[in-house]
């Protein structure tokens, strides 16, 4: 694709629109940083900048940081944009301000790939992924950047392999303001789970980068400043087994090779815990957190989901399996399911308590387009419209029954007293069984130092000394600080001051109950 040949230099201005807050992008967490301004680097917007034809010229925009500015559109000849359905109002103000300096712009990404008639204003509308659209889009603007007369829908028919894919362009991001770094192995899933659209916007059958190119962006990661944790992005890290067998025994020889500078995280069915071959390599890469998708406790209701596969060990012991591999779980729970009883918080509240996971992302059930639940729905009459809902679902429970519920759930669930209980039972029963790592010079850089001191001292003063739940945070940090565990101090102080704050909002009506929810809170479109 960089061979596209331009009579001219073009300048293409990124931009990645703000998310509204939600439960699982940690912004009440980054005032305890030493300057986290977002949450993860996007992924697919910096792949397409490093696709660019070779001379032109990017300047890439998060506005989860900064505000693109006139001097940003004035600079540029075209205006590039990314996004999913949650962010569909910002998205769509990019556009606006885009056309306001009469620029052309494109739009690809994940929303636009599952609903184009979301998107009538923009002028370029790059459906799928990378392959033979995006060389068709930059034909184009290398002949003439100026905006069609009528939208232009660019369709991709033949996607490029994943090992051809270049590095992302991290080098035009501050890597060091995000909470996580992100790197992508695959893409698709072979799961056909009822309310997810990965299947059908990415395929059953994943595809792969090469372990030697997932390293290769490992190592680019690391020269271009990021420290700490890095989350495979897949939508299933084992939806190929053999391929994520082939890949970890080259992570673990990279983390040697680099003093296991950082540490990883990805998503994965539960049945990740009959395949003990690869929890074992997965601890010696130093994965030290899985997020897997439980969504409820209910054999039945995971079957009518078409979610088998999380009954194949039973739950419970799933979960006690991956820590014992030192994994600590992250969870998806879903409420307004057709199979919810009026008493389906109180079994969601009971298996928080059973299954000992900190992290529980609670979310009301939203149907995606192209999912079998969006057709069921549809054919059911049950998709409502209605900006002023946090969900498109007409529940069979009543709307404010549901609602109310995970209020109740978000304000039990993270008391600081039971988060804190959890979080000590991950110290006792997990964390143990993580390897031991080196006192490697990339871990004890005077900058890694330096940052884990400011965040410990930001922790000390903001929780230790001035938060309501000063005395829980105290009677678990205490004991780790006595031995010298300050890192887990500062990991656990930083996620569980994020999820307090969160959930007392969320409880008392300020937060939306759908992480897909794009009722407007806070003013996230970007400002004038």
Known sequence: MRDVVSPSIRRILCVFPRYSPSFGTFEYAYPLTDGVQAFM??????????????????????????VATDEDFDWADAVFVSGMHIQRPQINDICRRAHEHDLAVALGGPSVSACPENYPDFDYLHVGELGDATEELFRRLAR??????????LTTQERREMSEFPIPAYELIPLERYFLGSIQFSSGCPYQCEFCDIPGLYGRNPRLKTPEQVTAELDKLLECGLTGSVYFVDDNFIGN????????????????????????????????????????????????????????????ALKAMSKQHNMVVPILEGVQTLNSYGLEVVSGIILGLDTDSLEAGEGILEFVDQSEIPLLTINLLQALPKTPLWDRLKREGRLIEDS????????????????????????????????????????IHTYPNRIKLPNSKERLSFRNIKRGLTMLANIVWQVGVKSDYRREFWKFS????????????????????????????ASGGQQNASYYSTRLRDMPVAAE
Request: glycine share 4%.
């Open 241 to 300: 087994r053999k391929a994520a067998l082939d890949l970890l025994p080259h992570l673990v020889e990279w983390q040697k090779r680099n003093g296991f500078a950082l540490q990883f995280a990805c998503e994965a069915t539960l049945n990740i815990a009959k395949r003990p071959e690869i929890l074992a390599l997965m601890r010696d890469a130093y994965f030290a957190t899985v997020f897997c998708g439980i969504e409820t406790p209910d054999p039945a």
């Open 144 to 153: 003439d950047t100026s905006r069609p007369d009528k939208q232009v829908v």
């Open 388 to 427: 002023d809902r946090d969900s498109n679902v007409d529940f069979l429970l009543p709307y404010d029954h549901v609602v109310s519920t995970w209020r109740e759930c978000m304000g039990r669930a993270y008391t600081p007293e039971k988060l804190f209980a959890r979080f000590e039972y991950q110290v």
């Open 41 to 66: 680097p996007p992924q697919g917007l910096l792949l397409i900048a490093a696709s660019l034809p070779k001379g032109w010229e990017v300047r890439f925009l998060d506005e989860n940081m900064k």
């Open 478 to 505: 205490l004991p780790l600080l006595k031995r010298g565990d300050i890192e887990r101090v500062i990991t656990v102080g930083l996620v569980a001051h994020h999820l307090i704050l969160f959930a007392r909002d």
